[in-house]
């Protein structure tokens, strides 16, 4: 499966980006998805998983209530919405797939990854 993220962008302080990532060549019904993402000079870190089957999903704990995943398998794509942003979310972030059972924080967890795409928050 290729995976293509985009929707990033600056934005300002407060505000919201939703991030979209979608598959092609497979459906993405068979897949557990994450987004991740990585600052400049920091290791890439988890941010978001959703399930295959079930569609349960984790955040990082820094991040719940300010981001929400979802996937709509009839469109191949996952989003990530992101609110009331801030300059430390400030990330290239990227979607990844793998056909595991449940989504998992681990990048090694995961097998196909998107090219990913910049976000920018401006304080």
């Known amino acids: 499966v290729q995976l293509q993220a985009y929707g990033g962008g600056l934005v300002q302080a407060g505000g919201s980006l939703r991030l979209s990532c979608a598959a092609s060549?497979?459906?993405?019904?068979?897949?557990?998805m994450g987004w991740f993402r990585q600052a400049p000079g920091k290791e890439r870190e988890f941010v978001a998983a959703?399930?295959?089957?079930?569609?349960?999903?984790s955040y990082a704990d820094s991040l719940k209530g300010r981001f929400t995943i979802s996937r709509d398998n009839a469109k191949n794509t996952v989003y990530l919405q992101m609110n009331s942003l801030k300059p430390e979310d400030t990330a290239v972030y990227y979607c990844?797939?793998?056909?595991?059972?449940?989504?998992?924080?681990?990048?090694?967890?995961?097998?196909?990854w998107g090219q990913g795409t910049l976000v920018t928050v401006s304080s």
């Open positions: 060549g497979r459906s993405l019904s068979g897949y557990s």
């Open positions: 990844a797939g793998d056909p595991r059972l449940y989504g998992s924080r681990r990048t090694n967890d995961y097998r196909y």
């Open positions: 959703i399930s295959r089957d079930d569609g349960s999903t």
